[in-house]
């Protein structure tokens, strides 16, 4: 069995970091956060998202990751935003190129 080191899902952009990148991360993905939420138009700015707080800690003390990344990747899912043509999710920095190329389904 392969043995992988642990990872740890940052909360803000839902890709996966090791324990000690994760720390270098999360405030460049913060401060890029904020430079592309201040492009949008205002209708599609979104709140700062807040890191979760989860306090779980295991009977070795330390904690634990699964439930962490859980509530880490439960809040980068919650920025996502729906086209309002095909329900589809996405950023909102995307959001606004796929609505270029979005077609409502023509009943046949």
Not at 15 to 26: A, D, L, N, Q
Request: hydrophobic content about 30%; some cysteine.
């Amino acid at each position: 069995m392969i043995r992988h080191p642990p990872t740890v899902v940052c909360y803000i952009c839902g890709r996966e970091y090791g324990t000690k990148s994760i720390f270098i991360h999360e405030p460049q993905c913060l401060k890029k956060w904020h430079n592309e939420n201040n492009l949008l138009p205002k209708e599609l700015r979104r709140p700062e998202p807040k890191k979760p707080e989860v306090r779980t800690i295991t009977a070795k003390g330390f904690y634990d990751l699964d439930a962490l990344n859980e509530a880490a990747w439960t809040s980068a899912q919650s920025q996502l935003v729906p086209c309002n043509i095909c329900g589809r999710t996405f950023l909102p920095d995307r959001l606004i190129v796929h609505q270029r190329s979005c077609k409502p389904k023509v009943a046949k």
